[in-house]
């Protein structure tokens, strides 16, 4: 377990690397939410960078899609609410962690059925970039994810070697 003298995505968020997402992840506009954070502590005078708006806070508001699929219900809908000063969406870790805890092993739907998940081939990096600079865009795309790439996640196979045979 990671011991850290700051929570990390609020830390990232205004180091300016990406938005704090419904689900809680960071997501940048690069690689979506698939990131892993980590910090680095020091006394050094440094400039601090400054958040930025590449459109997720106002996407989520519209697709909801995390907390639709989230099989514990951990995910909020509805509209970021004040939590201690900080206006957020806030999830519930417990429930998440007890969910994790019964089935044995992570559960990662939300970030697998996130729009902004999908690989940074060309359509998607295009997407991405109209949808960071044009609010109007945020529902027409949050739209057409539904539509190609479902409102569920679609179950994964597994690998042939882990498959029973008879």
Not at 62 to 77: G, L, V
Not at 80 to 87: K, Q, R, S
Not at 125 to 137: L, T, Y
Request: hydrophobic letters at 35%.
């Amino acid at each position: 377990m990671a011991h850290y003298e700051g929570i990390m995505v609020p830390l990232a968020v205004d180091a300016g690397l990406g938005e704090c997402a419904r689900m809680g992840y960071l997501i940048t506009k690069e690689y979506g939410p698939r990131i892993r954070l980590s910090g680095v502590t020091t006394d050094m005078p440094l400039v601090p960078d400054k958040p930025v708006d590449i459109g997720v806070e106002d996407f989520c508001k519209i697709c909801e899609k995390c907390s639709r699929t989230c099989p514990s219900k951990s995910i909020p809908f509805g509209d970021p609410t004040d939590g201690d000063g900080i206006i957020r969406w806030k999830y519930n870790g417990q429930s998440c962690a007890d969910r994790w805890l019964a089935t044995g092993t992570d559960c990662g739907i939300c970030m697998r059925i996130c729009p902004w998940s999908h690989a940074r081939t060309f359509p998607h990096r295009f997407i991405v970039d109209v949808v960071s600079r044009n609010k109007f865009s945020r529902r027409l795309f949050s739209l057409m994810d539904d539509i190609f790439y479902g409102k569920k996640p679609k179950p994964k196979k597994g690998p042939d070697w882990a498959r029973y045979k008879d």
